[in-house]
């Protein structure tokens, strides 16, 4: 049987702020056996790149990565934000390690092809090498992720913090028993959107096609779903959707087979 | 008997401009064995600085960091240079992965106590954790090391790059037999600073008083000599004085016993 890891993704508000970032790593750092930390900065770098007077343009919710940019967000993801929270978990006894797709090459990715919108320095994970994470991850390391990859010919890439943890999971699932947790802003998948306690406990493929039926389930959770079935169709043991809050207690959707 | 190691101290002007950077990454990737980069980024950190109105304050030829100075060194020299660095070592098949004192531990620092100067957010190294380090490359990891460290209490800390270099070689001389490598912008240790093929080969501890008395080496060359020795008293095989441009050929002075 294989041995039971936790991969966390929390967004850019979680530890962009004390306090909230202090709750996390006191939560994260009480989480029993393997685990690995990815996180988002998108805050920080649109403030930076302000500072700069570089304009952040975002499409679909995606951040136009020009060159300047890429600078922007390899300064803020993979140095302030990374080596901050590394930091902080050493300070509680998690021997965290920081990296980047790039470090011993753990995703490699393509710079995203110009379709109707030219993205800039964004990378679509090709291939997450997870043996060497793992090695890592038993002797004891836990992983800290930024949303950086690389391209194999010396670029960094930006790269959404949601694909990493889902790439990362898939790839992990192969030697571990992976739990994967989406933080939101929200307790769990809610079936009233007026009502922040009405969350969803448990959410299987019928479930979710019979709540997208009834238009209970709708607008960006239904990617975010997807995403989550599709981990778990890759050998992801259960994906939990919770607030960050609450990644060590009760509560949250589950979705599962 | 151990196997060797070599480790490259290089400064920020040679990894921060593409032209010598290059060469630098094509010289390093071209070492046989194992290997260790350690990078500084002086310039770039100042170049930032002074974009966010920021002035940097050098005393001694040290940055005074303050906590907005501490921000853009972790963001330079842990990010920007560091990731392209790893980057670019990865396009050239080299396993690299990039570390500050923070990541994994490796480097835990105390602040500097305030004499005559308060240096800030400033690290006086106190352990290197050279196990971890030394099991990652004998992987085929390639660790490429940031100037910066950590107190174990949360916070990072700027760190000069010759002392990680330094006492990086020091803790691996355990497991490995250690070549250290300083660039600096001369070929080598001079006899006669107006002539720079002056080159003195070798400089045994012997002769290092010999020079130093007939004023041969004076200034700023004596404590770099000093704690090359100091090195070789920790277990360092050798230390070499040399050009980046020479890493991996002839030239340059050897210190040893």
């Known amino acids: 049987m294989k041995e039971k890891l936790t991969l966390i993704k929390v967004g850019g508000k979680i530890v962009e702020e004390e306090a ?28 930076l790149a302000a500072q700069l007077g570089i304009e952040s343009k975002m499409v679909n919710g995606r951040r136009i990565t020009d060159a300047e940019t890429l600078k922007v967000v390899t300064m803020v993801y993979g140095g302030l934000v990374n080596k901050n929270i590394v930091a902080g978990l050493q ?4 021997n965290a390690m920081g990296l980047t797709g790039a470090d011993m090459n753990v995703i490699r990715s393509i710079k995203r092809p ?9 990378g679509d994970v090709q291939k997450v090498n997870a043996e060497l994470l793992s090695n890592l991850i038993r002797q004891g390391v836990v992983p800290v992720m930024a949303p950086l990859t690389h391209d ?9 913090a949601d694909t990493i943890a889902g790439e990362t999971a898939k790839a992990l699932a192969e030697f571990f028993d992976v739990t994967l947790v989406f933080c939101f802003e929200k307790k769990g998948v809610l ?14 493929p019928e479930e979710f096609k019979m709540y997208v039926e009834k238009g209970i389930i709708q607008g960006g959770m239904i990617p975010k779903l997807e995403n989550s079935f599709s981990a778990i169709d890759a050998g992801v043991s259960q994906v939990i959707i919770t607030q960050a809050s609450s990644i060590n207690g009760e509560g949250g959707t589950i979705i599962r087979k």
Do not use: C, W
């Open 20 to 47: 909230t970032l202090n709750q996390l790593l006191s939560d994260f750092s009480a989480i029993e056996g393997y685990k690995v930390l990815v996180h988002g900065g998108g805050r920080s770098a649109t403030k």
């Open 91 to 94: 300070a509680k006894g998690v």
């Open 114 to 122: 110009v379709k109707d919108v030219d993205y800039g320095f964004v």
């Open 152 to 160: 194999g010919q010396g670029s960094m890439l930006n790269t959404n």
């Open 191 to 204: 079936s009233d959107e007026n009502d922040d306690d009405s969350v969803i406990p448990v959410i299987t």
